[in-house]
């Protein structure tokens, strides 16, 4: 069946370093979500993207859309403390519409 | 403006009795969402809904468990003879009307309920 899938699974980082997750789908998506998860919290929807090769950003994070529609990428430039929860993506499956999330990947920062 | 709005927050219950766990959505929002999480796990799709219709409940294990979405009230997840590993935090979510390209609609998370089966 369809599958979206992250990586790395859990990543830790000094502050003030950079970090990037990867997420790759079996098939082509009509747009890919971001959300974000604090500890303790519930997810947060972040972004959207919806065209081949879209970039956006909101701050310190970009958000990457692959060509092919496939993979999307979320890099955050200089970490913070609050940056620290579990980033998921998301894409829509191909017959209902429900959202298949990857497994997430979490995120420490060192202080 | 009131988000998803779930509860219980939190909800014991003990082997073999039955859970509810109710989930209104954001004003406007007509499609429900239903997820499953185990401590520093991802999210499990169980269902999807829209008002007195079920979309898919691919996700959602055919005995004990059953979901509803009716044209009053609030959303139900049903889980009937709990056993130990129901135990997770279960977290709905609600969206618009899909415009265009299926699931093209941004979710919106309530709090979620913490089931402990003791």
């Known amino acids: 069946g369809q599958q979206v899938m992250q990586i790395p699974q859990y990543q830790h980082v000094q502050e003030g370093e950079d970090f990037t997750t990867y997420c790759n789908s079996s098939?082509?998506?009509?747009?890919i979500q971001w959300y974000k998860q604090r500890p303790g919290g519930h997810p947060v929807f972040l972004i959207q993207?919806?065209?081949?090769?879209e970039v956006k950003k909101q701050k310190r994070l970009t958000f990457q859309f692959g060509e092919a529609k496939k993979n999307s990428s979320l890099h955050i430039t200089a970490t913070q403390t609050t940056d620290v929860g579990t980033y998921f993506c998301?894409?829509?499956?191909?017959?209902?519409?429900?959202?298949?999330f990857g497994q997430g990947t979490t995120l420490q920062v060192k202080p | 403006n009131a988000g998803v709005m779930q509860n219980p927050r939190h909800l014991v219950r003990r082997r073999g009795q039955e859970a509810r766990l109710r989930c209104s959505p954001m004003k406007g929002h007509s499609h429900v969402y239903w997820y499953r999480q185990l401590p520093e796990e991802g999210l499990k799709f169980m269902v999807y809904?829209?008002?007195?219709?079920?979309?898919?409940e691919s996700g959602m294990p055919k005995e004990r468990f059953s979901a509803e979405f009716p044209k009053e009230g609030p959303s139900i997840l049903r889980i009937q003879q709990v056993v130990r590993g129901d135990s997770a935090a279960y977290f709905c979510a609600s969206s618009p009307r899909q415009l265009g390209a299926l699931g093209n609609q941004p979710q919106h998370f309530g709090d979620g309920t913490r089931l402990s089966i003791l």
């Open positions: 809904l829209q008002k007195e219709n079920i979309i898919d």
């Open positions: 098939t082509t998506l009509s747009n």
């Open positions: 993207l919806v065209k081949s090769g």
């Open positions: 998301a894409g829509p499956s191909s017959n209902t519409g429900k959202l298949i």
